[in-house]
């Protein structure tokens, strides 16, 4: 048996877009519906969680969780440039009280990939006004929201925006190698979450904040280990650089990334391939703590991790494997605070749509039926007792 320390933190995560339902003033929203869509389902009503979070809230309480991350949406509270939606802040305000009356402390992040289409319609993350947009809108959040929050995520996975966005065409605006917009929105997700870390400190309520970044497990083929440091500098370090003043990092690592003298490559043969086109990887959370407190030395929150497949067993048996890794860094000594699985419910997984399973919960979506599945009760028994079998 493995025991977690006193104290650690378990939690899920959502996010706004991919349960809420009906969030259509973004540019995922948008683009779910564009002609080239990358995407193979709309997010349309998704898991009505907007309405439905009690109920969610109560099976988080039921399985033994402690917090819960979920992501507030810009594009209902700013619905056009400097029109605030009191409404939509009251909505938050009162999702954040159903946590607190569950004894969840509520995990708040602020940008998790959607963006309000006033917002993308002018360059979106490559024109330079965003940052101050985005500060604008964090500032009117936690002045209404601040005294709720018991830890708030700038931006979710700024890594990624740009990578999807401009350089793989998966993501909003749908652009492919396009490194001008890639270095742009870059320089502004950068600038955007360092206005907003000051903006948020600055309000009301007392919390840590830090970003959440999407890592990997790098490895280098041989004779490739500088080539594989240039690819990481630019996928990871850069951002974790950016941190090193911010009260924790949240690390999200879900495979592994290997380089070889053609660059990126794809899966190792003889390795297991997931539905998500990655390898099938549990240490990936392990090596992506190492590395980021090795870049920061801040606190590490494992903010995501989980697996997207259809055999809830292998779901069970990635989780083992993976929190051993997280358990092996404690016993290391790096500090290590708390482990948030991706998802607490199957959801809206962008562009592969309702195809990928990441939920402990399952979500009917005609009926919008919770099933909870059996990593939910394996899962709830590690919460419990605070150890690993
Ligand atoms: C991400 C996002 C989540 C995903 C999850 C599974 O990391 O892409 O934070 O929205 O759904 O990671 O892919």
């Known amino acids: 048996m493995v025991r977690f320390p006193d104290g650690f933190l378990w939690g899920t995560a959502t996010a706004a877009h991919q349960v809420e339902g009906d969030n259509w ?19 349309g009503d998704a898991c009505d969680h907007y309405w439905r979070y009690p109920q969610d809230l109560d099976i988080l309480v039921e399985l033994g969780f402690q917090a819960y991350r979920f992501s507030i949406e810009w594009s209902r509270i700013e619905p056009e440039e400097g029109e605030w939606s009191g409404a939509q802040l009251d909505h938050y305000a009162r999702m954040l009280d159903a946590c607190i009356e569950r004894g969840l402390q509520p995990v708040v ?40 929050i018991a830890m708030a ?5 700024p890594n990624i925006v740009p990578l999807m966005g401009w350089l793989m065409g998966a993501f909003p605006p749908g652009r492919t190698q396009d490194l001008d917009g890639y270095a742009k929105a870059t320089e502004h997700l950068i600038a955007a979450h360092r206005r907003a870390f000051d903006v948020l400190k600055a309000g009301p309520g007392d919390f840590p ?28 370090d850069v ?11 949240g690390v999200q690592a879900y495979s592994r990334t290997r380089v070889d003298s053609t660059g990126v490559t794809g899966p190792e043969p003889g390795v297991e391939v997931l539905a998500m086109g990655y390898e099938y990887w549990p240490s990936a959370a ?38 051993a890794g997280v358990a092996r860094t404690i016993d290391d000594g790096l500090d290590v605070r708390g482990f948030f699985h991706w998802s607490l419910m199957d959801n809206f997984e962008w562009a592969f749509g309702y195809r990928m399973k990441f939920g402990i919960v399952g979500v009917d979506q005609t009926t919008q039926r919770r099933t909870i599945k059996q990593s939910a009760r394996w899962l709830s028994e590690v919460v419990k007792s605070n150890m690993l079998p």
């Open 153 to 157: 995520c700038t931006i979710n996975e």
């Open 239 to 249: 951002y974790l650089e950016a941190c090193r003043d911010n009260d924790f990092v």
């Open 286 to 323: 392990e090596a992506a703590i190492r590395h980021a407190v090795e870049v920061t030395g801040l606190p590490v929150y494992v903010t995501e991790n989980g697996i997207g497949t259809d055999d809830d067993d292998q779901r069970i048996r990635f989780l083992q494997e993976s929190l």
């Open 209 to 236: 904040v830090g970003l959440t970044l999407s890592m990997s497990d790098w490895w280098a083929e041989p004779g490739c280990e500088a080539e594989m440091q240039q690819y990481r500098a630019h996928h990871e």
């Open 109 to 148: 992040t602020f940008h998790h990939f959607t963006t309000p289409r006033w917002a993308a319609s002018d360059g979106g993350w490559t024109n330079p006004v965003i940052a101050e947009r985005f500060a604008r809108f964090c500032e009117h959040a936690v002045a209404a929201l601040g005294d709720r």
């Open 25 to 43: 003033n973004n540019d995922w929203w948008a683009w779910e519906h564009a002609p080239d869509t990358a995407c193979v389902d709309p997010s």
